[in-house]
């Protein structure tokens, strides 16, 4: 098999200031956003008893700190400064995902065992509703980004922001269902679905399986060329 000569891989100096700068955009949205989906959903979820909602409040504020966490690495104008933050960085939201995980599991079980049943809540639906519309975006757009630039933290803090879509999508379906037809044991069971996602979340970016960062310089086969422009092992979500 014939060798592919010696290319650069990586966004140019200048290509990766503009793809950082977009991150701290994307990431500043994303915290603003978060932050008032939190108190709105915590509010809701209280009134309502609705582990659930009270769950996605607190992916909510999660998310905040994931972003945070990358909002800090970012901060940095110097690119080896913030590559040498990104494993902080990530175990920051691996460790954000297991926090989740822990409290809705807990939440959830309590609430099937009959200490607490969730009431109907329509502003919970209208935030779900909303966030689904709104989240696959702000996620979307990070992780292409993040994937340019070869950012582990940028594409894993995106996974986050998506898992709020996901998220949503139970979180309606079980608010739907307990409004509609009365089946409170939706919400928690919805619940224990996020707990679920949240895990295995946690584990991969603990892992390190969010991303390959490209090397500035390689000499790889045609097997590694297949990999992509971006330089990285099949499989990884940079490339995906």
Same mark, same amino acid.
């Given at each position: ?9 990586? *966004?140019?100096? !200048?290509?990766?200031?503009? &793809? ?7 990431? !500043? %949205? ?12 915590? $509010?809701?979820?209280? &009134?309502? #008893? #609705? ?15 994931? !972003? ?6 970012? #901060? ?22 297991? !926090? ?10 309590? %609430?099937?065992?009959? $200490? ?6 329509? *502003? ?6 909303? #966030? ?30 998506? &898992? ?7 979180? &309606? ?16 069971? %919805? ?22 960062? *490209? ?26």
């Amino acid at each position: 098999m014939l060798l592919m000569t010696a290319i650069s891989l990586g *966004p140019s100096p !200048a290509r990766r200031d503009a &793809l950082a700068h977009r991150i701290r955009l994307l990431v !500043a %949205a994303t915290i603003t956003y978060n932050v008032i989906e939190a108190i709105g959903a915590i $509010t809701a979820g209280t &009134l309502a #008893s #609705s582990t659930a909602l009270i769950g996605f409040g607190l992916d909510s504020v999660i998310e905040v700190s994931s !972003a945070a966490a990358v909002a800090w690495q970012f #901060s940095a104008r110097e690119h080896a400064v913030r590559e040498a933050r990104e494993k902080t960085t990530l175990r920051i939201i691996a460790l954000s995902f297991f !926090a989740l995980a822990a409290y809705v599991a807990v939440d959830a079980i309590r %609430a099937l065992t009959g $200490t607490g049943e969730a009431e109907r809540s329509i *502003p919970g639906i209208v935030l779900a509703a909303l #966030s689904l519309a709104v989240m696959p975006f702000l996620s979307a757009a990070q992780r292409r980004a993040g994937r340019e630039l070869g950012s582990a933290s940028a594409v894993a803090d995106s996974k986050q922001t998506l &898992l709020c879509t996901y998220l949503s999508v139970v979180l &309606l379906v079980g608010l739907v269902l307990n409004a509609t037809l009365g089946w409170s044991w939706a919400d928690p069971i %919805a619940a224990l679905v996020i707990a679920a996602v949240a895990t295995k979340e946690g584990r991969d970016t603990w892992q390190g399986n969010g991303c390959c960062a *490209p090397s500035a310089v390689a000499a790889p086969t045609i097997e590694a060329e297949a990999g992509g422009a971006c330089g990285c092992r099949r499989g990884c979500d940079c490339c995906n």
